[in-house]
């Protein structure tokens, strides 16, 4: 009985949530790296980017290859059931995230800006789960909503320029990667008038599902998933799938929020007792 108590507990509940949220990360990190694997090792040594703003650290080509490839060890350690591996993985996120984001070849990536706000929950929750306080669970819920919120804001107010609203910048996407979709194929089949049409709806549909999705914290977790999910496979139908990197590791968070809301707030109460009884 102890031992089916201990694997119920709303420890292990929270320690398979920080798992599941790291595995989104990792699909989000290494989506692209058919793109990324070459551009670091080959085009970045080619074609050097300087600028005297970046510290000599952080446009060192071999400074941005280690930390895209150092979270390959975050999937063993993800398989372990002690909590200090956990915590070790989640470090590496942050950190591997941080400096990417810094660094002059992968800065312009919102891919590394996301992984690290979501690596930065997963490290929090990961140093505050112990002891479970009955205050815990929506606080964690409550912080990863707004983490996501705040993300969808900055989308949504760099998305309020006439060249995304006249749908231009859509159709410059639709134009650098429809050619590698059935639906782009057929967008860009389309004469001339019909088709930017289209940009312009799809357009101006992204921009307004975004200003929605900044209220996240106070709209419901199901709608939010469904939002992202239409807008991850408009994206991958229309026009590149590329934009997984971005919405994978949130959709994580927001599955964390769903789970989250799983747990009975009675479990949280016996946390203590089952330590107690080891």
């Known amino acids: ?42 085009t970045t040594r080619d074609f050097p980017i300087l600028h005297p703003m970046f510290p000599s650290f952080f446009q060192a080509p071999n400074v941005a290859d280690l930390f895209y490839f150092l979270p390959v060890a975050i ?29 002059i070849n992968t800065c312009n990536d919102a891919t590394f800006v996301t992984s690290f706000w979501v690596g930065l929950w997963v ?32 989308g949504f107010v760099g998305k309020l320029t006439p060249e995304y609203w006249s749908g231009q ?44 999705l900044v209220f996240t914290p106070f709209l419901p977790v199901w709608f939010v998933l469904g939002a992202m999910c239409c807008i991850l496979l408009g994206f991958s139908f229309f026009s590149t799938w590329m934009i997984s990197s971005v919405l994978l590791c949130l959709l994580g968070l927001v599955f964390a929020t769903v789970l989250l809301e799983k747990i009975c707030p009675a479990k949280d109460c016996r946390v203590q007792s089952h330590r107690k009884n080891e």
Request: hydrophobic share 55%.
């Open 75 to 103: 999937v063993p350690l993800v398989f372990f059931r002690r909590e200090s591996y956990l915590k070790v993985a989640a470090v590496l996120m942050v950190v591997c995230s941080a400096v990417l984001n810094l660094h």
């Open 169 to 212: 910048v859509m159709s410059d996407i639709l134009f650098a990667g429809g050619l590698k979709t059935l639906l782009g194929q057929f967008v860009l089949s389309l004469p001339e008038d019909i088709r930017q049409s289209v940009m312009v709806f799809l357009s101006r549909l992204v921009i307004i599902l975004e200003g929605i």
């Open 123 to 154: 490290l929090w929750f990961l140093f505050h789960c112990h002891g479970t306080p009955k205050n815990f669970r929506p606080q964690a819920k409550n912080l990863a909503l707004c983490i996501l919120g705040v993300i969808f804001l900055g």
């Open 1 to 42: 009985m102890l031992t089916k108590a201990k694997i119920n507990s709303p420890l292990e509940e929270y320690h398979r949530i920080a798992r599941i949220v790291m595995m989104f990360w990792l699909a989000g990190w290494y989506i692209k790296i058919s793109f990324y694997a070459p551009y670091l090792l080959n």
